[in-house]
């Protein structure tokens, strides 16, 4: 019954080197999120994709990228993690009207 | 989109109905209102929508004043798996508006 898929659940990584986080959806929706959530905060929207076309919200640090390759899956790649990086990465979708988003459990990652 | 203003944190007992308000003073006539919750370690859930009209589903209903200024989302029998943090969004599901902004929320225990 999995619809949006989240591995791994916990992440841990050194500071500074490369970590990939990734999603995977069994919805078929043609939208996919991802949002960072700190400790205490609500998530907060860093980017997103319609189908292929990426969109970046303008505040998210250059130290993030992502990459969609198919439908069903979705990459969040942290260049360089620095200790402020820490957090809960949490991936969405969403398939047109009535614009509702189904998460999923989220990456809970931790640097070292 | 609108900005939402919602109490911090609210108590409920058990089996009582948990009401919980959000004010959207600024609200245009395209917006919804949108509410999600987030269980502690989870991702956030869809609970609900509506435009002017009072809404029901299986897990709450939604109360939207005639002004639309304000609403209250009701659970009408609360459950310990009720607690979370409750997100009010207000959202123009227009094509090519795909974001929701979280905002600090409510925090919503449910006491034995």
């Known amino acids: 019954d999995a619809m949006v898929i989240q591995n791994p659940r916990y992440q841990v990584t050194q500071f500074g080197k490369p970590v990939t986080l990734s999603c995977s959806q069994t919805l078929n929706h043609n939208v996919m999120y991802w949002y960072q959530q700190k400790s205490s905060q609500a998530p907060k929207l860093l980017f997103h994709?319609?189908?292929?076309?990426?969109?970046n919200e303008a505040d998210t640090p250059d130290n993030f990228q992502s990459r969609r390759p198919n439908t069903s899956f979705c990459f969040l790649d942290i260049r360089s993690p620095g200790l402020g990086d820490a957090a809960m990465y949490l991936c969405?979708?969403?398939?047109?009207?009535?614009?509702?988003?189904?998460f999923g459990p989220g990456t809970r990652l931790t640097v070292l | 989109d609108a900005k939402t203003t919602q109490p911090p944190s609210m108590d409920c007992a058990e089996g009582r109905a948990a009401n919980l308000p959000c004010n959207h003073s600024t609200i245009s006539g395209n917006e919804y209102v949108y509410w999600y919750r987030q269980i502690h370690s989870q991702g956030p859930q869809y609970i609900i929508h509506?435009?002017?009209n009072n809404e029901t589903n299986e897990m709450a209903s939604l109360i939207i004043t005639e002004d639309r200024k304000s609403s209250t989302l009701i659970l009408p029998h609360a459950t310990l798996r009720d607690t979370a943090v409750y997100y009010c969004i207000v959202l123009d599901p227009n094509f090519g508006n795909e974001k929701l902004t979280f905002g600090t929320g409510t925090r919503l225990t449910i006491i034995p």
């Open positions: 509506g435009l002017k």
């Open positions: 994709y319609y189908d292929k076309d990426f969109n």
């Open positions: 969405a979708t969403k398939q047109g009207w009535p614009d509702t988003q189904y």
